[in-house]
């Protein structure tokens, strides 16, 4: 495969006159698979349309993003590290973007730029997708950054149970179980935050979970939030492991393999996020011409 030039990472909608054109900006952005997913669903949507690279320098997204509208640039999905300045340049907010304070989907339309996040809403897709039950469950969230922030709403929306934030410290996840207190509380859903360490006591996570979701970034250096004691508090071959990380068996799956739990990585969440976004921008009468599942599936197999 070959890699991008750094001017095929600095998409230009003028030299495409008379179509849409569409970016993913990020940095490092050569090995994003989004373009490789946009072309198929436009494929399978017989949509014309150009999808290529954005990669601003670090302190220069929000000029990046203005030119690239300017020039008649019609959407961008945004990806690390620059989803708090896409919130920051949209002039109008959905209110799941508000809810997870990121942007990862712009649109431009009437010369004003809306913000949209499709990361919770793409997960609950894969994960239904995968047979998951959500409704009902017991979901235990590690970490408490942005990936955590981008994925509650959505996932409070399915009615789980219970769901148990853990992260390192206290603070972070007191501050997200304040912030979606509200959303839960109207949903029935019991909301509540541990440590991380604190997972090594059953007595503090009551028993095992149905649903932990790895949204630390751990899985990248490869080493697992929680430790062997924890895991085998929280892991029966009723559970399911899910890791954003995607690509590998992270150190958090094989914990779960060990104990007889089903796993996945996030690449289905990657694929979901992305038809959310395609959605927005193509319509959302093209819900039924695009085939997620086959898309992940080649993903898979190439």
Known sequence: MSHPTSTELHTDP??????????????????????AIHQRF??????V?????????LDEFKAAAQSFFAAGGKGMNVTVPFKLDAQALADVLTPRAQLAGAVNTLRIEGGKIFGDNTDGAGMVRDLLAQGIQIKGARILLLGAGGASRGVLGPLLEQSPKELIIANRSNAKAD????????????LNVVLRAVTLSELED???TNAAVDLVINATAAGLSNESPINDAAASNLFTPQSFAYDMVYGK??????????????????????VE???DAFLIWRGAKLADAIDSRAVLAELRTS
């Open 175 to 186: 501050e997200l179980v304040q912030l979606f207190s509200g959303l839960a509380t109207s």
């Open 273 to 275: 996020q992305a038809a």
């Open 42 to 47: 436009a494929q399978q949507s017989n949509q």
């Open 49 to 57: 349309m150009h999808y290529g690279h954005l990669q601003p320098a």
């Open 249 to 270: 068996v992270t150190a958090f799956m094989q914990q779960a393999l060990h104990r007889g739990a089903r796993v996945s990585d996030g690449l289905g969440m990657l």
């Open 202 to 204: 059953s007595s503090k």
């Open 14 to 35: 003028s030299q495409f006159p008379g179509v849409d054109v569409y970016v993913v900006a990020g940095n490092p952005i050569s090995h994003s698979k989004s373009p």
